[in-house]
């Protein structure tokens, strides 16, 4: 790719926000940077600040040296491949589309503790709401001569495969890839954008450069409602291919198993790549354990639901699951933003609290229910997966009161 580069150490990083608490695997600095907003943060603001957004990468950040250079290329099974730069995106209609992006291995760390997972361990804060802008990918692929809510090209173009530029050791030195099916890419209303701004600013880089710290817009596709692993970051290229993409993260990663099936008995051509999120919903203004004043407290969190299917509510028990007080929705007065279109918010998480009163040490769970009635399994032993992925499970915190001497 001209004007881009994804090196293939860690000596170019840019500086993050010293609030991310980064996960034990990225400490050396061999390892990609992966850190997480202390969990308070996520309820402080409706749409999370970019500094503080949760980081989960595979391999360093790429380096990008011309901007006028960058640009995606665009090919595979149709008619006319067309190299897309940053200007062309721009003229496209613009749309602003909130929407949260959690990782699959958000609260890997809690199923771990119930049997040995494998995979980068996270708190609660593998999540963040963001407002993207950017062009929608069905507008994108007009562009290439695909008309809008296309299942299959007259190629036999079915995926969409999106390729990034920095380069992981899982796909042996490539880059980062995922696909989604191309009915989803050239369906409006499934609003999956090339990004080019986040919370209103472009998606900008700090890279060091010999002298100079510059600001680094790059595309990034945004699929709400989705595993995070499928929005690939820094855009290098789009391919329209017959069967769903084959790399690592598609095909040997991010699946779900059955609490059965170890790392003897794998196979990991009997399952699908995951692609929406469970709902969820976790305590944010407590943590797991934390000692308190007996009396009234709040307790605030967040909930989601994935598939674009919104909460429906949001259940809280301070005797751990006996009996459920309803939480009311957080109002998002401190938006500074207007989504063009009336359903972005779909895709987006609901902030929840409630006011309780504590006499006693007792544990307090959140359990939130989406629009179609799912909700969240109560224990993450029956949910338990080798790779530690979707723990949706209750989330429990233990709160210790304490008198006089607090
Ligand atoms: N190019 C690229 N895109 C990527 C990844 C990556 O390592 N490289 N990680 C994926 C995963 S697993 C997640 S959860 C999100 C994280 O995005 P963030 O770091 O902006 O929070 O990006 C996804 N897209
Ligand atoms: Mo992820």
Avoid at 49 to 69: A, C, M, Q, S, T
Wanted: aromatic letters at 8%; hydrophobic letters at 40%; a neutral charge.
């Amino acid at each position: 790719m001209p004007g881009i580069s994804g090196p293939s150490d860690y000596s170019q990083e840019p500086t993050r926000h010293p609030c991310l608490q980064i996960n034990a695997k990225a400490s050396s600095s061999l390892e990609p940077f992966n850190a997480e907003p202390p969990r308070s943060a996520l309820v402080s603001s409706y749409v999370t600040p970019v500094e503080l957004f949760y980081k989960r990468n595979h391999g360093p950040i790429p380096v990008l040296d011309d901007i006028e250079r960058y640009c995606v290329d665009i090919s595979g099974l149709i008619e006319t491949p067309k190299k897309v730069y940053m200007r062309d995106v721009r003229m496209l209609p613009k749309y602003n589309v909130t929407a949260t992006l959690q990782c699959a291995g958000n609260r890997r760390t809690a199923m771990s503790k119930t049997r040995q997972v494998r995979g980068v361990g996270w708190d609660v804060s593998a999540i963040g709401n963001a407002v993207w802008g950017g062009a929608k990918l069905a507008d994108v692929l007009e562009l290439v001569g695909i008309p809008k809510l296309t299942s299959s090209t007259q190629y036999g173009g079915k995926h969409v495969e999106f390729v990034s530029i920095d380069k992981c050791k899982e796909e042996n030195g490539d880059p980062y890839k995922a696909s989604i099916p191309l009915s989803q890419a050239t369906n409006p209303e499934a609003d999956v954008l090339l990004a080019y701004e986040m919370n209103g600013e472009v998606r900008k880089l700090l890279l060091y450069d010999d002298i100079l710290f510059r600001l680094i817009p790059l595309l990034t596709i945004m699929i709400g409602g989705v595993i995070g692993a499928r929005s690939v970051k820094w855009l290098d290229s789009i391919n329209i291919i017959a069967e769903e993409c084959q790399g690592f993260f598609m095909q040997k990663d991010y699946k779900m198993f059955p609490p059965s099936v170890d790392w003897g008995n794998i196979d990991w051509n009997t399952r699908k790549p995951q692609m929406d999120f469970p709902v969820q919903s976790v305590i944010c203004s407590l943590e797991d354990v934390q000692s308190i004043k007996p009396g009234k407290v709040t307790i605030s969190g967040y909930a989601v639901a994935g598939g674009g299917r919104g909460i429906e509510r949001v259940d809280v028990s301070i005797d751990g699951g006996k009996t459920w007080m309803e939480a009311t929705r957080i109002q998002k007065t401190s938006v500074p933003y207007v989504a063009d279109h009336i359903s972005s918010d779909k895709w987006a998480w609901v902030l929840f609290e409630v006011t309780v009163d504590i006499t006693h040490s007792t544990e307090i769970v959140a359990k939130a229910v989406d629009s179609a009635a799912n909700v969240q399994p109560e224990k993450v032993q029956d949910i338990w997966n080798l790779r530690g992925i979707l723990n949706t499970s209750w989330h429990r915190v233990h709160v210790r009161v304490g008198h006089s001497n607090m």
